[in-house]
């Protein structure tokens, strides 16, 4: 399979923990993002990054989280010092820069902080 | 106003039926706009591209009115499978998304 993928996929922790996550993009793709998506809520941005750049962040991304891709190929979103309000579905997608930079979506990691 | 926002239904409509969804969008400067699909507890896949022209994929069409800031998905002859959630994404810097409409189709 060569699309994105994530792992893990379901993560169970108890508040105060940290979490990390990994996102492998599609091989060729530049472009990595990172999402969150609540119950009847569309993914909400969160950071993004163009090879091992970290090019945006949302207001959305307290200083608990941190997201990196040192060689511009995977990417890991640490969250520390984790909240109940953290759970969520966390997306991650790729695309190729071009004239529509269409995203491709992995299978999100679902957590939940107790 | 938020920066995208769709009806959120939920669409309940027979098989066969054309049902159409609706989507605005608050900034002008927006440079790309798609109409993705997501299932139920799974990750958003992308259904269509949507073009100033507009375009057609089968029994999908989407336009794009620039001007009134509203992009539109119309699915004809609908099928028991096409029962998900329709996300609206809007591109300017980064992608936003709409909080979705739902569709069920019905037998």
């Known amino acids: 399979d060569t699309g994105v993928s994530q792992d893990p996929r379901h993560k169970i922790t108890k508040r105060g923990q940290n979490v990390t996550f990994r996102c492998d993009p599609i091989s060729e793709h530049n472009r990595l993002y990172w999402y969150r998506q609540t119950l009847g809520q569309g993914p909400e941005f969160l950071t993004y990054?163009?090879?091992?750049?970290?090019?945006?962040k949302s207001r959305l991304l307290s200083d608990r989280f941190s997201a990196e891709r040192p060689k511009g190929s995977f990417s890991t979103l640490e969250i520390q010092r984790t909240e109940q309000g953290d759970s969520a579905m966390y997306l991650c997608?790729?695309?190729?820069?071009?004239?529509?930079?269409?995203?491709?979506f992995g299978p999100g990691t679902r957590l939940t902080v107790l | 106003r938020k920066e995208v926002e769709q009806d959120p239904g939920p669409f309940n409509v027979p098989e066969g039926a054309t049902v159409a969804f609706n989507c605005t969008y608050s900034n002008s400067a927006s440079q790309s706009f798609f109409w993705y699909r997501q299932d139920c507890r799974k990750e958003p896949k992308l259904l269509m591209s949507v073009y100033s022209s507009g375009n057609e994929d089968g029994r999908f069409t989407a336009q794009l009115n620039r001007a009134s800031q509203y992009i539109s998905l119309l699915i004809r002859d609908s099928k028991l499978s096409d029962s998900a959630t329709y996300l609206c994404?809007?591109?300017?810097?980064?992608?936003?998304f709409g909080a979705g409409t739902r569709l069920t189709v019905k037998p």
């Open positions: 994404v809007v591109n300017w810097n980064d992608m936003r």
């Open positions: 997608a790729s695309s190729l820069v071009g004239p529509t930079d269409t995203q491709y």
């Open positions: 990054f163009q090879n091992e750049a970290q090019l945006e």
